[in-house]
């Protein structure tokens, strides 16, 4: 900390998010530190309450903080064409421009913290949703004596084809859930912290709660650690 | 009929559908009807069931029948790139193809009499499907105090991204709803007309049957003959 | 049929019910019956649109009918204090006053045919619900490590305590679902019948498409001939 | 907390009831602080999680901390027919005997703390579904053209009776949601406790999820302050 002007943090949940900033050897977390204009871009996948606890303490030791969510996977990584939405500090956003290019397509700056949080979680559920229903209807094809792999061929042909389907059909079809764009785990928790945003506001979200369960039964099933798209193994 | 070699049927309704060959005044319903090896190509967006009840009428009088159900929408219409999924008498299918070509990009040939349909279903589950997950999400952006246009730009850079959600989005961006692609009540006749598909098969679809409540429950507040996007209204 | 002046018809699903009646064997299948004011009593536990199609059949050929539904399982019938739902032909009602106090405490007539099958769905949804609910909770009782039968226990001194649900707690506690009271395939096929109720509506019925795809969900594993209240094994 | 021996708390929600222990004013807050054996009965109804840490920080103190969840209404406090559960230091349940004798008809002691907070929320969980169930039936009813009344008449000859949602029925019947014996904003306070509850433990909750919802549903409809039986409106 010392020596970076600016630090990233990418870690797995909301609490290690959070626990990196206040814990013991957190960069805030001991008294005294004075971050004195220095950055923090917190690139984990949290929630806006998490993103705006972990602000008030960077910016309460005086320095300046960012919360950059990525959307994309690992293909989108490998390509180069990861979205990158934050929000918070705009002359941290500025600093972080070469950084961000070297990442992604594009990078966006929402406004005040939380907004790049909600927006990101947005998405997921879209792609949450979206995932269940690929699925759901995968395995009514192969009920129905139907092949996964036919249909996604004509899938691919229909006005719903885009890269986030058509990979995790891939994934489906060759039922390869080792192979991990996503991991459910990391879907699901997307899911419940959209939930959990979502009960603050009162507003009901039908589909996205349908399909936390389910991926929370996928993940009872013992699938943690492989790819989203193993619900599929479920339905 | 009697000059007719291939009669092209498409109501709204299975059961339009079968009266029209079963009726009083259906191609079919007459004693003494021969229809002599002319087709019958029934373009409805129908159930299986029916599709077998009409094609067992039609082989009974001597005719051959094709199930051809359509994907895409006004829009692809417009730019001849329908896909068009076939089943029942191939050579009816090939007799057809210069008609096909005139429609859309690809016709497949799936086999026996229902494979299209179901295939039709499992494609229209998922649209239907992804299409509710859309409209929760923007619906939640608009609560959050997201602009559904700012959400629906970013949409557009992620892997997410294809004609079917960009232009149900457009529609929710411009609450324009009278705007027909696809009429909610068809959408919501065909997330129906799958679970009844999946109740003979014991199949499971929890997110079918949440989406087909939420398609329900617009119809129930006078969505009639709007979009089927316009349950971003009641979400 | 030529001796009888009433007949009770009682089988498993609607389709038989119907088939009882139009089939060459059924009571008025053959050109020329002539019920001539006799009775015809369905206690199939069917939907209205079935009751009302075999009401026309009977009233056609110069019968009455009552459609007569049973709320209670075998337990209920047992005691005597099976519950009867009537409506139709209210003289028919009344010349059944004998058989049905044989039956059950109560029976009720409740106006044109298709009240009665209506007010059972209603009642079959709210026990379908509920059987959902009571699994769900002791499902998540064993997985904290609380025994289903210490819940039921306490479940027993709260305002929910009802025959109906300790009687299916009961069985959930010893596992012994080869006791049946209500075979899961009539409960699902109750919940299908509701949900097609609701679609001509258009009155969405969420709680209601849920259970049914867990009972569907449960049928699928193979479920088919044990008690409701099996479901506990898929939650 | 100088003069007794054994403190009562009962608020509204977890997050308050932790507050009142923690806080600046709370009973534990202030160093120096020792509790010295006396007592702290939670009765707020609470997360096991809450209640492990108020346990934990009144146990650092040197007190004894018991959680105590009631089971019932204002309609079973009136008749002192509550069911008082507990857990954590047992020789405290022994000296509140007299309090619970006054309060409920019976008061168990279930082991360590979190076990009676666990078996509040499953009982909740169990209500919540059945509630949404009777509602989702009443509202069926009301659109079949039957009447609420009715249907409640012959539900109290059901096997599913019971005063649970008999008082509910009522409610409904009555449309006088603001006679209040459990607010809605309580209700889904409890499914989103159980549902938290259940994604740590990965336990697929879906009627609870889907209930949450509909409860949700209700209070963004503006709701909050009347009984959880106002989802009729909604249904």
């Known amino acids: 900390m010392q020596k970076s002007d600016i630090i990233f943090s990418c870690v797995t949940y909301p609490r290690s998010a959070k ?16 971050l004195d204009g220095k950055g923090y871009v917190e690139m984990t996948g949290i929630d806006p309450q998490t993103s705006k606890d972990i602000c008030e303490i960077i910016k309460s030791k005086g320095g300046r903080y960012l919360e950059a969510q990525i959307q994309g996977s690992k293909i989108e990584a490998d390509e180069g064409s990861l979205v990158i939405l934050t929000a918070g500090d705009k002359s941290l956003f500025i600093d972080c421009q070469s ?18 949080t909600k927006t990101n979680l947005i ?21 129905c004596g139907i092949s996964s792999k036919d249909v996604l061929n004509i899938f691919k042909l229909t ?20 192979h991990v764009e996503q991991a459910i785990e990391h879907m699901q928790k997307d899911m419940k912290l959209t939930l959990d945003l979502s009960d603050q506001l009162k507003q009901p979200l039908l589909m996205t709660s349908t399909a936390n369960e389910v991926y929370k039964h996928a993940r009872r099933l013992g699938y943690d650690g492989h790819d989203a798209s193993c619900i599929y193994m479920r339905t």
Chains 1, 2, 3, 4 share one sequence.
């Open 19 to 34: 626990e990196n900033v206040i814990g013991n050897c957190g960069v805030a977390g001991r008294e005294g530190d004075i």
């Open 99 to 116: 950084c961000f290019k070297a990442m992604g397509k594009t990078a966006f700056f929402l406004g005040d913290t939380g907004y790049a």
């Open 123 to 143: 998405l997921q559920l879209m792609k949450g949703i979206a995932l269940v229903g690929l699925a759901e209807g995968l395995a009514l094809a192969d009920r």
């Open 159 to 178: 006005n719903l084809n885009c890269d986030y389907l058509t990979n995790k059909a891939d994934l489906i079809v060759k039922k390869d859930f080792k």
